[in-house]
Structure formats: C-alpha cells, structure tokens
C-alpha cells in the first residue's frame, strides 16, 4: 500500500491552528470544520457576519480571442453573453450529460475569464478546459496555486468591508465582481457566496491572505466576523438549498434531475453534452431533487433511504440532510420518482432502521429577507 500525501495546506494553516480549529481533511487540503461552535458559527453568518477561507478552491484562467467561445463549448452556459465583470453559475458536463462540476465564472477582462472549481475537481475541470479548448486560440491555464480566497457572508458584511475599501459596493450587483484595493491589498472583489446571505469573495494572491483575513477579523470587532468553518458553510448551503457536487450534483445525474436545468442554454450552438442533455429534456427525467422537513427530531442523512410510508419500499435516496439551525427542524434534499415530488407531499426516510415521516416542500428552506 502507497503512503497518502499529506493534505495540503492553505495560506492560511496557520491562523486557523493559532485560532485553536479542528482541522479536517477535505479534497486534499487540511481545511477547518469548526473554530469553536458550528451553530454560533452558523447563527454569526444569518444574523452578523461570518468569515471563510476558501483557498481551497480551484482557480482556472481562460485567456485570448476565443475565450469566451471555447467555454460556449466546454461548458453549458451561455458564457458569450457574460458582460464584462459579471460572473455566471454554470456546469461542465460529460458527453452523456453527466455533470462533472459545478463552477463560477468570472469575466475579467476583454478576453480573460476566470473559472472556479470545486477543490476535489479541479483537475478535471482543468484538464478538461484543457481538452476542450484545443481547437480555439485561448490559452488555458491552472492557477490555483496563485490564488487565495477568503469569503465574508452574512447582512453585516457589506458594512465591514466599507470600511476596508473605497471600492463601490453600493453599485457591486450580485453575480458581479471588480478589482478593487481591500486593506491595502490588491484583490479581485465578488459579490458571490455559497449560504444564501449577501456576501463577498475576495480572490487575492497567496501572501496577502493573512494580512486581509485579519484586517477583515478587526473591522467589525471580537465577534464579528465570526470565523466560520466547513460545517456551518454546510448547513448554510443546506438551508438555502444550494447543491453540493458528489451529493446533489454527481456524474450520474445530469443538471436537469437537479432541477437546474435553466442553466443549460441549448440556443448558444454546439458544446460538449448538448445531444444528450436535449434529449434528456425532452423525454423528462424520471426523478427530481427535492426538499424534505422533517416532522421529528431525528434527522436524515445522507445516503438514507427514502421510502414510502404505506408499504416502507424504498423510492428515492437523501443527498443531503441536517438539523436546521435556522428553522429549528431537521431538513434534508433527496432524489425521489417525479410523482411523488409535489409539495406536501407525504414520505417517509428510513433514519438507521425507523422511518421517519417527512414532508416534501419546494427549495431553498431559507430565503434571505422572506
């Protein structure tokens, strides 16, 4: 048996050591789950502010004149019509539909985009840009390891980076981003995030990422931003109903099972996948994702059977599944037949040999302002 690397580690190991977290090992990084409470962490993002590091992620530049149309190709996303410094949810699939990843694109420049790929993925994603691009003259390039990335989420968040930056927040929309100068630190600035509050991302190079998690830790005094870890970036996610590549969204299943296929924009022209995505739209999938509220305390989990209650035969799988902070209830998202997908509709998950009755309601369980 081959020894395993060690995980790696992100220019931030060790603020998050000294901050006393408990350190887990996520798509190869030495990532923090938790500082000190995931649900104070989780309850700083919905009311306060939490902060994030996600240097974890991948960070992939498309440059040239066909940028733009290699990633009308490889991904499918209308990506020719992204405006300059806007940025667009999109997927790269398989040639059978299958979803590989689910990205961000940033358009920074006249012919330069910037692709962010989950951390476990981001060598397939690059190796397939790679591919795909081939024929185009654009040059694709990993640039991970030249990219740090910290994350400030939650309703107090654009109050503390006003403080730290000159740049126009007022006018930054969401799913848009600029180079602006934070803490004296050049970086370039998104309003994007991954738990449902307002928020900002900051991309910035690997030396800088200490000085800015810090100078964004005293802005806002002691408590805020609260340092938030992977666990509560989890049940944030789960409440507002966002997938999580290898639960909700996997090779398996195409964008159109997920209930996303809005983002598969078929009038670009040719990409990769597009035969077999259209006619899995047309045919219709036979199963759908779906969110399920629990009616007791026990909640589902991931991989759980969902079955239905009369008969107890099992019809569908739980992708996701955690007690609610915010709603005080455990929810969870699940794959189930389409017929049976209607809100209120009534289930039931096997929770470790008891079913557990559950109801069927639409996504996201958390809305911001609702």
Not at 99 to 126: F, K, P, S
Request: hydrophobic share 40%.
């Amino acid at each position: 048996m081959q020894p395993q690397d060690p995980p790696k580690q992100t220019p931030l190991h060790a603020v998050h050591v000294a901050l006393g977290a408990n350190m887990t090992d996520f798509a190869g990084f030495s990532m923090p789950l938790r500082y000190t409470s995931e649900l104070a962490e989780h309850h700083a993002v919905r009311q306060g502010a939490g902060l994030f590091d996600l240097s974890h992620m991948g960070e992939i530049v498309l440059t040239g004149p066909q940028a733009a149309a290699a990633l009308d190709y490889a991904l499918v996303g209308n990506i020719g019509k992204l405006g300059h410094h806007r940025a667009r949810y999109t997927m790269i699939c398989a040639p059978d539909g299958g979803v590989l990843d689910d990205l961000i694109v940033y358009r920074t420049g006249e012919q330069e985009y910037l692709v962010v790929a989950n951390a476990a993925n981001t060598d397939v994603v690059a190796a397939e840009l790679s591919a795909r691009a081939s024929g185009f003259d654009t040059e694709v390039t990993d640039a991970s390891a030249d990219h740090a990335l910290l994350a400030v989420q939650g309703p107090a968040a654009a109050g503390l980076l006003a403080t730290l930056t000159d740049a126009d927040l007022d006018n930054l929309k969401y799913y848009a981003c600029l180079p602006a100068r934070v803490a004296g630190h050049e970086v370039l600035l998104a309003r994007t995030g991954y738990t449902g509050e307002d928020g900002f991302e900051l991309f910035c190079a690997p030396a800088a990422a200490e000085s800015l998690w810090q100078a964004l830790r005293a802005a806002g005094g002691p408590q805020v931003p609260l340092p938030a870890g992977l666990a509560s970036r989890d049940s944030l996610r789960l409440e507002a109903g966002m997938p999580l590549y290898g639960h909700e969204l996997t090779r398996a299943r195409t964008p159109f099972e997920a209930g996303l296929g809005r983002v598969v924009k078929f009038d670009k022209g040719d990409f990769v996948g597009r035969g077999a995505l259209l006619a899995r739209k047309e045919a219709g999938p036979t199963e759908t994702l779906v969110g399920l509220v629990a009616r007791g305390r026990r909640a589902p989990r991931a991989g759980y059977p969902v079955v239905d209650p009369a008969s107890g035969t099992p019809i569908g799988t739980v992708t996701s599944g955690a007690p609610s902070p915010t709603l005080g209830q455990p929810v969870a998202m699940a794959y189930v037949p389409v017929d049976r997908s209607a809100p209120v509709t009534e289930l039931a998950v096997d929770v470790r040999g008891r079913q557990e009755p559950v109801d069927v309601v639409e996504l996201p369980f958390y809305r911001r302002g609702a």
